[in-house]
């Protein structure tokens, strides 16, 4: 596609994102009037679309310096990155189909301007910062995780005792997971396979490995679409929770022999294995909207083929040895954004509303912050959730004095 051509889909597709995130909007507003974040230097690693742009545009309009990446190979639209660096004049470093090389030469890219706060996914630039990169350790003051697979690297970086700085949790705020994990993953999962494929997915035996808040919403989608819809789970818990969802519960090694089409999305590494593969039934679509495209086990995948081919955009065909074939999706990365457009724009509103938010609580906070991982601010999911009723004209009741009181002293009786 002719440069003028993907400028201009890129500030359509970025004006777009932008009149469907109200919420964002109305703390855009004031961010920008007040210049919150005048001065300050803000490095991101966000799956580079439209809806990303819009929440880069914010920041940097509320008077910060932003430097733009993303945050996976696959997931970044070509015609938003090239608005934002030719239209808008936001340094933006994300191309799709970045080798390996490349993908971490635009993270350093970001990393190059001594950021005071870093906004990630995935947390690649916070693993970057404490490793090959301490020499700008120094200058963070703090980060945003946008999502699950971070969280738990965080996390872990934290009991270790290795975390430099302050990162706020942004995937487990109510008004993120609730909504973004579950409405988002959901509705873009199933439009990227139906992108992908272009293949029915009524009447399919369609297999979902994890029952987190992502997977509830595959699973919601998948089922109301029509499909027939199995849950695989190492967490007894979920997995009697997806039973009494209505959902059947089986082991991977069994359910693999009946899928017409599988979705890995559990933030774990080999869900989908040798030992599953040599089971999965002729024409088995695989696909992955966890993070990293460790889900689906490409190496054994190899192992066990005779041959490889792409047979559509977006579609490789594997001939295993065993005579069957296997079609894995988008190379095994998340599906939803590598073949979709990833998360509605209505859904990224409410995250991003999030994300803006806590960048202002960390700058402002009036306590201290020593490095480990902080949940959201119960007032900010408020905020956030208030001015999104608001947008959709809903009002709700609220508790009278007596009715607080009840519910807040023990001595009260019926």
């Not at 934002?84 to 470093?93: D, H």
């Not at 599953?276 to 460790?294: E, I, M, Q, T, Y």
């Not at 609220?398 to 807040?408: D, T, V």
Request: proline share 3%; with cysteine; hydrophobic share 40%.
């Amino acid at each position: 596609m002719p440069s003028n051509e993907l400028l201009d889909r890129g500030v359509k597709r970025i004006e777009w994102a932008k009149a469907h995130m109200p919420v964002l909007g109305r703390i855009r507003k004031r961010l920008v009037k007040e210049q919150t974040f005048e001065g300050l230097k803000v490095g991101m690693a966000l799956h580079t679309e439209a809806k990303t742009a819009v929440l880069a545009m914010t920041i940097q309009e509320a008077g910060a310096e932003v430097r733009l990446t993303g945050c996976n190979p696959l997931s970044t639209d070509d015609s938003v990155a090239l608005a934002l660096n030719e239209k808008y004049g936001l340094e933006t470093y994300a191309k799709k189909g970045q080798s390996q090389k490349d993908y971490y030469s635009s993270l350093n890219g970001v990393l190059d301007m001594k950021p005071d706060y870093v906004i990630d996914d995935g947390a690649d630039l916070i693993f970057l910062l404490h490793t090959k990169r301490k020499d700008m350790l120094p200058n963070v003051k703090g980060a945003n995780e946008e999502t699950t697979t971070g969280i738990i690297r965080i996390r872990a970086m934290a009991r270790e005792g290795a975390l430099r700085f302050p990162v706020m949790s942004v995937n487990d705020a109510y008004m993120k997971y609730m909504f973004d994990n579950r409405y988002g993953t959901g509705q873009s999962t199933m439009d990227g396979i139906m992108t992908a494929t272009n293949l029915v997915i009524a009447g399919k035996s369609v297999v979902i490995a994890g029952y987190g808040w992502c997977g509830r919403g595959i699973a919601m989608r998948a089922k109301g679409m029509g499909a027939d819809v199995t849950i695989c789970e190492v967490d007894p818990i979920r997995a009697i929770e997806a039973r009494l969802d209505g959902f059947a519960v089986r082991p991977m090694a069994e359910a693999i022999k009946d899928a017409d089409m599988v979705v890995t999305a559990t933030g774990c590494k080999d869900v989908v294995t040798a030992k599953h593969l040599r089971k999965a039934k002729d024409r088995c679509v695989l696909s992955n909207s966890g993070h990293f495209d460790n889900e689906i086990s490409k190496t054994a995948l190899r192992q066990l083929s005779k041959k490889r081919r792409r047979v559509r955009e977006s579609v490789d065909e594997y001939q295993l040895k065993n005579g069957r074939r296997v079609y894995l999706l988008s190379e095994g990365r998340l599906v939803n954004l590598a073949a979709g457009q990833g998360h509605p724009a209505e859904i990224m509103d409410m995250s991003f509303a999030i994300q803006a938010s806590c960048l202002e609580y960390m700058a402002f906070s009036p306590h201290s912050m020593e490095p480990d991982v902080y949940d959201v601010p119960d007032h900010i999911d408020e905020h956030v959730a208030r001015i999104k009723l608001e947008t959709l004209g809903i009002g709700i009741d609220s508790l009278s004095p007596a009715q607080k009181k009840y519910l807040s002293d023990w001595r009260e009786g019926t």
